[in-house]
Every structure is written in C-alpha cells, then in structure tokens.
C-alpha cells in the first residue's frame, strides 16, 4: 500500500496540540491538506467534491463476482487492495478524509466506497472495509467534511446482521463456525444515501445466490432512526445498486438487475424458470434498468429502461437522470447518457419472443462527450449532479491502467460536443464515485411501512400443492389492471405516430402469485440448497375488475405476479401500433421484470398490468436548498 502521507493529522491528534490547531479546526478543518497531492490538481471545481482513490477500478463494477464464499471471510464483492476518500475543494486543496485515520476502538479503514453527501451538506456516508485482523466485509461509516466524527454506522454490536443463515459456514482452519457469528459476518452493505432521519443502503443480509450463478444477492434495505433493524425495500435474487433520494415525493432511484429466470410457457399454461424442459414464448430477462421506489416500500415502478444497461443513476439539475452505461465499441468501454423520467425502449419479461418492439419515439436520451479536449476517446462512468449545470464524473483515456482514471466535470447540455473539465488525477490510484457538496431541500421525518395487522385476514389459503398455509400474509391490491395506465410513459408512440406501443390488456380474469424461494444454507451436508419455484395460489378479480388477495409472507421468499385469462392460461393480448417496418408487438400480462417482496402484515399495490412496468410522473430535478 502507499505510505500515509505525511501532512495527515488525526482529528485527535491536533486537538491535543493547543489554541493554534483549534483555530485552524474552527475554520471546518479537521486534517491538513494532503500537498502531496497538490501537483495532481488539473483545475478547481466550482463546489467542494469528495471522490474515492482505488488500487482498480472496482467502483465501475455493478454485479457482485461469481463466488460462494463458504470458507471465513467469504466472497468480498467490489474489493480493491486499497482505498482512500478524500475531498477537493474550490481552492484546489486536497485533504484524505479517512486513510491512516484511526476509529473510537482502534482499528483502520483500508479501502472505501460509494460516497454520498447528507441532506444538510455536512457529512459523508460511505462504506468502508477494516484492515486485518478485521475480516474486511463492507460496512456504512460517516464523517464530517471537516474530517472529525469518523464512525460505524453499520455492523456495531446489536446489528442483528443477516436475516437467514448465510454461505459461510467454516473458519479459516476448517471448523465450522456457529451459526450466529456467520450470520454478524457473513453480508455487505454497500451504496448509502442518507434519507433524513434514516438509511439506505444495498446490502445482501439476505442470503441469496440467485438461480444459474453464484452472485450474493443485494437489495435496498432502509433502517430509520431508532429502529432496532433494517427492513428491505426491494426483493431482488440479484442486485439492487447505487440507490439515490430524489426531491420527488421521497421516490429512490437505483439500478436493478432484472435476471429473473422464469417465462410463459409455448402453451401459455405455467411460467416456469427457463432451465427446466419445455419451449417459452417469452425470454428470461438479463438487464440492468434505472428503477425506483419509495422510502415505504410502495410506488415500485421504472424510470429508465432501454437495451443498455442503466448503472448508478442520478437526477440532474435539468430534470433527467444521467446514468453510465456500456460504450458500443465494447471492450469493457463506458459512457455517459441521461434521459428524460419515464424512458422506455423494452419490455424484457412480457413482450413475446417471436418479435422485437416496434421502433419507439418519445422523449430524450443523449450521450455525453466521450473524447477529452486533446481528442483522446475516453471511458467515462460514475456521474454525479453538479451545481451550475454541471455534470461529475469519472473518466480515463481507453486502454489506460486503473490509475488513469481521473474527475472530470461536464456541462449536462449534450446536444452538442463540450469540452470536458480536467479536474484531478492521481496517477497510482484510479479516482472515481465523484459527489458534489451542497444542501438540498429534503424533507426529513419518519416513513412508515403500510400496515394490514387491523385488517381480517384467512385463517389459511389452499396452495396449488394441496397444502394448506396457515401462516403470515400480505395485502397485494390492483385497481387498474385491465384499464389504460393514467399517464404514458415515453415510448408509447412508434416512428409511424401509431400507440399505445404498449396497450393495457383486456382479458385478464385472475392473477396468480408464484414464489421464488432463495437458496437456503442450512443443510448439514450440501453447502447450498438451491432455491425452488412453487406456484402458490391464484385470485379471481372482483366485479369491478381490481384485485384483493391475501397473500402467504413465506419468510424471505421473492414473489412473482401473472394475469390469466379466462382460460386459466397467461393473458395474451397484440399491440395494433405499428412503426414505419410495419412491426408490432405481442405481450403477455407477466411481472417478470423484477421480484416482488411479500412482508408479513404488510400492504402492496402496483397499478395495472402495464407491460411496460408501472409508471408514475415526478419531478426529480434537483436542486440546491
């Protein structure tokens, strides 16, 4: 690792040294510039940023590695061998928030992560990993701008830690280790956002593997102030990353990992995973899309979806959500788009495998710059919003190693070529995961979970397996199922003027409700019982047409949602929008774009059986308080 620089000094440290220091530390400064640093500065941004330093590029990584991770410590995603968060002011000074910094019981950070700016423009939450002998999983630590309050938010004594009995089950000299200390261990949280009175953060305390792969599932947990524990807010059997609190109704915007496995069969009788024996007319999915919810759990929708992946998306001071995504020249390339709210290109779960989409128009998506003022091409990723109209991101020529990797500021009007603003480079460490400092006008307050515990409920429901569950349920309610969605989404026109792309079904009767159960890690001999697809019970609609069910809250199972018609088979219904080719587009009414979460005593809702995934308006143009 690189040696501490020598202008660093503890927060402790100085205040011991006398009534100099504590001016100094007056003036907001709770370690010394880094003048080491000084020669790396290439330009001074317009407000403070803070920004991580990596031995790799790391931080451009969205799904968690391959691995089980049943030997101590387990898999660690997104590790680099070092790490450091550091902070560039307008003056060009730069000072290291965390590196050589010591926390209440001693120990050090050795690497950082996903830093994010609180409401009030005055604290950092990141997450951070201990040197050894720590095990090194990731945690959520904060401090002040200043440098002073370095603390654990996450992972401290009474964190309860893993809901289920996670992978790792033996110590590093072959013993097995008990269940409660694998269950403290054994998860990452990762990507915070302060909420105001609360935390977001991806986490994967839900041991999963996912089916066809061994990736640590992640979702977004969210855990108020004074809680005993977090709750999820999302159910995904893959990863939830890089949530992000928008100035709309306390809506988060994240990138979600759709690769739910399951599709309607050739007959449209079952959805089953893709795996076992038969033909599909639909595809299982595989695609990051720009997602949101809200901090209740409720309001689960889309903001940005289209063939591209949809990494780290982030409101802008425009209005659209800038997000990076891979380049069209391949080899690992990133670049930077940004789109209006509610852009939607693709329908990966319920469009029918016979035909692609019709060519869409609607609404605005553009490419950032992607030479630099030298005309090298450039990889750019991590983009961030910046005051003044302005756009932090992360960028290094193409072909440069990890310490190429430097901040950069662009304008967020990308109709035409801009110049690019060369901020910083350190050329051993890769520097990325820019975010500006600034104030923003989020309301603060505690969010509360819906509750159905007044309500009457079964005392049991008759599963499709001939058994009969008597346990927790959930509340699932749908008004809109077989009406048009209140407000389209940009997409719904084609390159012939012709819509809706995506119509709302008529003809669905019932919804039915299967379970995907997770891995389970709890075998005395095999390491991983896979989890299995069990189709759980239907519901027949009411008079008016919505939908009201109890629905089992089997533990930590995810949940996915079909229509059926009144055949009993998946709803199929044909789009008569046709584009300039004289295409158009057949769908069937399956939610297999996501997993759906099931709490006990829990109430859910969605809006119709809108393909292309429930859409509600908002604002999200940020702004400074």
Same mark, same amino acid.
């Given at each position: ?103 209440? +019981? &001693?120990? %050090? *950070?050795? /690497? ?7 409401? =009030?423009?005055?604290?950092? $939450?990141?997450? !951070? ?43 590093? +000299? &072959?013993? %097995? *280790?008990? /269940? ?7 998860? =990452?949280?990762?990507?915070? $956002?302060?909420? !105001? ?47 992000? *609190? ?380």
């Amino acid at each position: 690792m690189r040696a501490r620089s020598k202008y660093l000094v503890p927060a402790a440290l100085v205040l011991a040294v006398g009534g100099g220091v504590a001016a100094y530390l007056a003036f907001g400064r709770g370690v010394w510039e880094a003048r080491d640093l000084r020669p790396h500065v290439r330009s001074n941004p317009p407000v403070p940023v803070v920004f991580t330093s990596r031995s790799d590029a790391s931080s451009f990584q969205a799904a968690a590695p391959e691995g089980e991770g049943f030997t101590y410590p387990g898999t660690i995603p997104w590790a680099a061998r070092e790490g450091r968060l550091r902070r560039l002011d307008p003056d060009g000074r730069v000072f290291e928030l965390t590196w050589g910094r010591t926390l209440d +019981d &001693g120990g %050090t *950070l050795v /690497d950082v992560m996903s830093p994010s700016i609180t409401p =009030d423009g005055e604290r950092v $939450v990141f997450a !951070g990993r201990r040197a050894a002998p720590d095990p090194g999983r990731w945690r959520i630590y904060e401090v002040h701008l200043d440098g002073t309050g370095l603390r654990q938010l996450t992972g401290n004594p009474g964190d309860p830690g893993c809901v289920n009995v996670p992978p790792m089950r033996f110590a590093a +000299d &072959g013993s %097995t *280790l008990p /269940d409660a200390e694998r269950k403290a261990l054994d998860y =990452d949280d990762v990507d915070p $956002v302060d909420v !105001g009175n609360g935390l977001v953060f991806a986490s994967s305390r839900l041991p999963d593997l996912g089916r066809d792969h061994a990736r640590r599932a992640t979702q977004l947990w969210i855990w108020s102030a004074g809680e005993p524990k977090p709750l999820t807010l999302t159910a995904n059997r893959n990863n939830d990353r890089w949530p992000y *609190l928008t100035l709309a109704e306390n809506l988060l915007v994240f990138s979600l990992w759709s690769r739910n496995r399951e599709a309607v069969t050739e007959d449209a009788s079952d959805v089953r995973p893709v795996g076992t024996p038969g033909t599909y007319a639909t595809s299982a999915t595989d695609q990051w899309m720009g997602a949101r919810v809200n901090l209740a759990a409720t309001q689960f929708g889309f903001v940005v979806k289209i063939a591209e992946a949809v990494w780290r998306p982030r409101p802008l001071f425009n209005g659209r959500v800038a997000f990076m995504t891979p380049h069209p020249a391949g080899n690992g390339r990133l670049r930077l788009a940004q789109a209006d709210w509610g852009y939607l290109r693709v329908a990966p779960s319920s469009l029918s495998a016979a035909g692609p989409m019709p060519t869409q128009v609607g609404g605005t998506l553009l490419y950032a710059p992607d030479r630099d003022a030298d005309d090298r091409e450039l990889t750019v990723g991590c983009p961030s919003p910046c005051p003044n109209g302005t756009v932090l991101c992360s960028a290094a020529p193409v072909g440069a190693a990890a310490g190429g990797y430097g901040l950069y500021l662009f304008p967020q009007e990308w109709s035409t070529w801009q110049k690019p603003q060369f901020l910083f480079d350190d050329p051993e460490l890769a520097d990325a995961e820019p975010v500006a400092v600034y104030a923003r006008p989020v309301p603060v307050g505690k969010r509360v979970f819906a509750s159905v515990k007044d309500y009457k409920q079964p005392d049991f429901v008759n599963l499709f397996s001939g058994k009969k569950y008597e346990g927790a349920y959930g509340l699932f309610e749908n008004s809109m199922i077989n009406v048009p969605s209140v407000d389209d989404f940009l997409g719904q026109k084609t390159d012939a003027g012709q819509g809706p792309v995506i119509p709302a079904p008529t003809n669905i009767k019932s919804v039915v409700f299967f379970a995907a159960h997770r891995d389970r890690f709890d075998d005395p001999v095999k390491p991983r019982v896979p989890g299995e697809w069990e189709r759980l019970m239907s519901e027949p609609l009411t008079d008016k047409g919505g939908l009201r069910a109890w629905v089992p809250a089997m533990g930590t199972s995810a949940g996915v949602l079909a229509g059926l018609d009144a055949d009993g088979k998946v709803a199929r219904w044909e789009s008569k929008a046709k584009d300039k080719a004289g295409r158009s587009a057949t769908f069937f009414a399956l939610a297999g774009d996501h997993y759906s979460g099931v709490r006990a005593d829990g109430y859910h809702f969605c809006l119709g059986c809108h393909t292309g995934h429930t859409f509600i308006p908002a604002d999200v143009t940020e702004r400074v308080r």
